[in-house]
């Protein structure tokens, strides 16, 4: 991930190339009060305040809970990154955070290079940010510590709600696509995916998250520099229409993968939409 002095805060839209962050630990305090952080993102489950669950949604057909995804169906001409998107869309498919982990890349950003009031952290003594970058719909950045960063990971790729459902189908892993954005040496591609998830030890219900990891090269290998992650509720905030503008658009589906969603729910999946990519 590149990052330049003077971004304006704003949020993720397809167009933006480099990515605008925020402190997802303080997201989820029930899951993760240990961090410290003071919430500013209601939990799952917090808007609805339990009073009534989500629609149900008939599961009609398979849904996919095993490694399925080869590089060879992956829809982006560049072999390196191919390997590691397959790699990643695995883990997420299996609920592996550990090797989502093993497949990110930490960060090292001095301060002086960096818009203050986005990177909220560099205020005081502070110089140097060192840790894995996390993100929102909202705006601003945050360098979570490893430990850190595998606790988020632990919710957001291992907490599936298995009783959610809503009208985008059930609680599974859904790997929407590959997002490329950039172009030459400051090319990215985001994996975008689709997951219910909800707090194991509340009992309030889940929610939906969209969410994607932004792999970015380093020499010849290909790594997860930046994860971006909210509630459904907040992208559409944020973006006319989610499913389609999320990253920098054009959403291209992984070939020959087995179905990882309820069919009737695959229509609503994001159709690409050339040429809305960044340039």
């Not at 480099?18 to 209601?42: S, W």
């Not at 592996?96 to 090292?108: G, I, K, N, T």
């Not at 952290?121 to 996390?134: A, K, S």
């Amino acid at each position: 991930m590149r990052l330049e002095p003077g971004l304006r805060r704003r949020p993720y839209l397809r167009a933006v190339r480099r990515p605008i962050l925020v402190p997802l630990v303080a997201l989820l305090t029930v899951v993760l009060a240990a961090c410290g952080y003071q919430p500013e993102i209601e939990p799952p489950g917090a808007a609805t305040g339990g009073s009534s669950a989500p629609p149900p949604v008939a599961a009609t057909g398979p849904v996919s809970t095993t490694p399925t995804f080869a590089a060879d169906g992956c829809p982006v001409d560049e072999p390196a990154f191919c390997e590691q998107a397959a790699s990643l869309a695995n883990a997420l498919v299996l609920s592996d955070a550990d090797a989502v982990f093993d497949l990110s890349r930490p960060v090292s950003m001095d301060c002086a290079d960096l818009d203050q009031q986005l990177f909220s952290e560099c205020h005081g003594d502070q110089d140097t940010l060192e840790g894995y970058v996390v993100s929102d719909a909202r705006g601003e950045f945050f360098v979570e510590s490893p430990a850190d960063y595998r606790r988020t990971l632990r919710f957001f790729v291992e907490a599936v709600d298995e009783e959610y459902s809503d009208e985008l189908g059930g609680p599974q892993m859904q790997i929407l696509g590959v997002s490329p954005c950039g172009k030459g040496a400051d090319t990215s591609y985001h994996l975008v995916y689709l997951v219910g998830l909800g707090d194991p030890g509340s009992a309030l219900p889940g929610d939906r998250f969209l969410g994607t990891y932004e792999l970015t090269r380093e020499g010849v290998r290909w790594a997860i520099g930046a994860t971006f992650v909210g509630l459904y509720t907040d992208w559409q905030l944020a973006l006319d229409d989610p499913l389609t503008q999320i990253a920098c658009g054009d959403i291209q589906p992984w070939v020959g993968a087995a179905p990882n969603l309820n069919p009737p729910q695959s229509e609503s999946q994001p159709t690409p939409i050339p040429g809305t990519g960044s340039t």
